[in-house]
């Protein structure tokens, strides 16, 4: 945050404000892997604001330069990124850029509604001036000849592209640690993964070594690393981002979506990139509805902002193996919800849990011949052979890490002759019901809510031999991927070890006006929480 | 439509909620119920075996899918992707007659951009990505005919 924090340091407690439901006093304590001090943290200038507003204003009134907030993000990420290691690739134009955006407000020159914002871009969404590696060998050093779509569009929208963050190979995990180059940590607990496939860019905007970040979400890639590590996560309707330019890992479950501190920065980052674009055959037409005026301060909020909001939890989502911690803050979330108006209720939605293998078999056999392409003849690192078929066959083996390999694998028997009607055809009519169940509880209610994971982020290491358990871990997210929903994911709490939680409400296509609405006003009316990592609490 | 796939879901998903009820931090358990499936104990984990299709050839599928294994690799992969295929198998215990297939989410068909071809403004960057590029010629090595 960039509101100065000046106030004394004051002890820490995150208590609930006194309701009677809630027993439960978070406290929070330091991880012991970091070098910060011992100071304890404010809690009272907690409330996210948005960074992007305030980097506007200041640079368009001159009360500061594009510079000094470049300055400001560079030294921070200077300092925390040998501990988080984000990024695999950083700019070295960024003060170049900022400094260009300086003079054109100095000749009264349009500067664009992310003038000044430092992004942080995923390593599988191409970039021409930057390498694209998709965290794979097989791409190493690669450079795309063209921006993707998302990415020209931040260009023209005056953002400064700060670097290309980590990910799991080809978007395939959900830790990071499948990465062909290095692990990243949670900024919460550097013992602890930041969740996956977007990992990198979630850290990168809690260690505020950015202001945003892209990612993508293809069973939930963005939203439970958001969880993860604390930031609020958008994943848009299917169709609303063009996806020129994202590396296709599973063409009809891919979205690229947003991370910021705040709900309003996720959703001014979105505004930015979406729309329709012609490179994409599976862009969707349908006009894009002004999403950010809706983000103005709560003083001016009724005080039931939201009465006659129909809320819809998903039954099958609080039960057993989800982690206790998880479920008390996401019924602290529904309990705020009720607060500012909302009517909820339980919805049950039967065919849940069947979303997960059918998401998997879909997956690995969209993946499957995705990566079909990648045979080190015109792009990518090529293992030299005397023989062509040896030579598609070795390129592979040695740019691919072992759970690429695997899922390619998975997918290619899925879709072998004699399978095919038992498994990606059923797992096709899985996904019909799925998108039908989801459409009769929206027609019912206006968002859905769940947690976004079972747990808070577990320790690296953990689920790296164990592939089951690492896929049983996206229960929350996958569904929302087959019906092609919008979500978006918000932190509410905290499990033990300080690890932040979040939920994830779930909206109808195209809907990401009203879930962006809806998270603005819980989050700027949720108090007694403070969602700035500690390793950078005397940073900001 | 809908709600009929539902209910006729219902029974058979009785089961699948036992499954997540099954969850635990260590791992995915679940059994089904069923009598027809034989179940086959794997450590502590137990899952139906779909007994009428044939269990994952790794070094053939390595061969369709053009990755070159190695022995190792496709040894240790095995039981691995084994497991996986076994959970897929709750797929076919479904009841998903008279379903339609969804091939993408019901949001909107896309779009088709005009058939005009146009020149692309980067080829030098395209020719730069190339491992083993003669002008005009990408390069690759011979091809065997394999029996």
Redesign the interface.
Known sequence: MLSSVQNPRFLLHHCRRSNPLHHHHHHHRYPKSTHTTALPHPISASLPTSQIQTIQKSILSREKTTRQFAEEFLTRLRLTEPHVKSFLHISETVLNEADEIDRKIDRNEDVGPLAGVLVAVKDNICT?DMPSTAGSKLLEN?????DATAVKKLKESGAIIVGKTNLDEFGMGSTTEGSAYQVTANPWNLESVPGGSSGGSAAAVAARQCVVSLGSDTGGSVRQPASFCGVVGLKP???RVSRYGLVAYAS?LDVIGCFGSSVADAGILLQSICG?D?????????EVNDYTSQFVSKDYFESQPLKGLRVGVIS?TL?????QEVVSSVRGAISHLEELGCTVTEVSL?????GL??Y??LASSES?SNL?RY????????TV??????????S??NG?G?EV??R???G???L?A??YD??Y?????????V???F??ALGLHDILISPAA??AAYKIGEKKN????M??GD?MTVNV?????PALVLPCGFAKDSLPVGFQMIGA??DEEKLLRVGHIFEQTLQGYNFIPPLIADKI | ???R??LV??PA?KS??V??????????RHRTFRQTERTRRVGVREYAV?SS?ER?D?AC??E???????PQ?AEE?AP??Q???D??G???V?D?QS??????????A????EDNPET?D?????I?????YEEPY?K?????N?D
């Open positions: 021409a690669y450079r795309p000849p063209f309707t299917y169709g009809s329709h012609k490179l994409d055959a599976t862009s969707s037409t349908r099958e039960g057993d193996g989800v982690d039967p065919s849940f849990s069947l293998p059918a998997y078999v499957s079909s045979d080190g003849v015109r792009y990518g690192n090529q052979s005397d023989e062509l078929s040896s030579l598609y066959g070795d592979r083996a691919f072992p390999k695997r390619i694998l998975m290619t028997y899925a072998s004699g399978y038992a498994y055809k059923r797992a096709q009519q899985v996904r019909t019901v998108q039908k169940s459409k009769e079972p747990s164990d592939p089951l358990a896929y049983a229960i991927n087959l019906a092609g929903l296509t195209f | 439509m809908g709600s796939a539902l879901l219902s998903f699948d909620h499954l997540l009820n099954h969850f635990t931090k260590y791992g995915f779909h299709l994952p790794v599928l390595a369709t899918a053009r990755i070159s294994l190695t690799e992969f691995k992707i497991q996986v295929v959970w897929f709750q797929l076919q479904v998903l379903v339609e297939p969804a091939i993408r989410p019901d949001t909107e896309g779009s088709f951009r692309f980067n080829r030098e960057a395209i730069a990505a190339i491992p083993s990408i690759v090595p011979k091809v065997l394999k």
